[in-house]
């Protein structure tokens, strides 16, 4: 079956600090990935995706993804957290025919 | 700035009441989705559309649920009659569909069915 999973509920990390939030799949094929970010009270809003070439992906507000296929994971990651990157992080996976499949999220939690 | 709108963004209704959301998509995207998000069950979806077609809403009770598109700039999701276990946050998405995969999000209908 397809599925994302996001492994941890919740990251807490230190301002200043890089911060990584995990991402693996189990799709067939080649899919393409996302990650996207809800902010409280918000819809989601789209940061990054990978469709083909560079394994490392950059996208809005200074977050990067990095994809590796040998161990299916698309890990999201930002080298300096900032307090308001407090979040919730959905990765998703496109196999084709229309639909994302999403993970369950995971809270970042930035302490100053 | 094209953005996906909803509206309420809040609804309070009583049990056994009729809800009726509504989205505007982005202008010129051909597919629609609608979501239900959840603390229990997280993000869910329920239906979505193509150039104003049903392709899928097997994501939805059918019994009490249904989605439209009346035209291109409007999508509906109505509850009839609401009960306390739809409380949640319905979100609508739209896209371009095949042309192009990302989804964007509207701000939420939250609904509290009391």
């Known amino acids: 079956a397809q599925s994302v999973a996001q492994p941890e509920d919740q990251v807490n990390v230190a301002e200043g600090n890089p911060l990584t939030v995990k991402c693996t799949y189990s799709v067939s094929g080649n899919p393409y990935l996302f990650w996207y970010v809800q902010y409280p009270n918000r819809g989601l809003q789209f940061l990054l995706k990978y469709i083909t070439g560079d394994n490392l992906v950059k996208g809005s507000y200074g977050f990067e993804a990095e994809f590796n296929k040998s161990q299916t994971s698309f890990h999201l990651k930002k080298p300096s957290a900032l307090v308001s990157d407090s979040a919730l992080y959905f990765c998703a996976v496109f196999p084709g025919a229309d639909k994302l499949i999403f993970g369950t999220g995971t809270r970042l939690q930035v302490f100053p | 700035d094209a953005r996906v709108t909803q509206t309420p963004r809040d609804k309070v209704t009583e049990m056994g009441q009729e809800v009726t959301m509504r989205c505007q998509p982005i202008?010129?995207?051909?597919?629609v989705f609608w979501y239900r998000q959840t603390m229990m069950q997280g993000l869910e979806l329920l239906a979505y559309f193509r150039n104003r077609a049903p392709l899928d809403d097997s994501g939805m009770p059918k019994d009490r649920f249904s989605a439209e598109m009346p035209d291109a700039t409007l999508a509906t999701l109505k509850i009839q009659p609401s009960e306390p276990r739809d409380s949640a946050v319905y979100f609508c998405?739209?896209?371009?569909?095949?042309?192009?995969?990302?989804?964007?999000f509207g701000p939420g209908t939250r609904l509290l069915v009391l």
């Open positions: 998405a739209s896209g371009l569909g095949e042309r192009e995969e990302t989804q964007y």
């Open positions: 202008l010129g995207h051909n597919t």
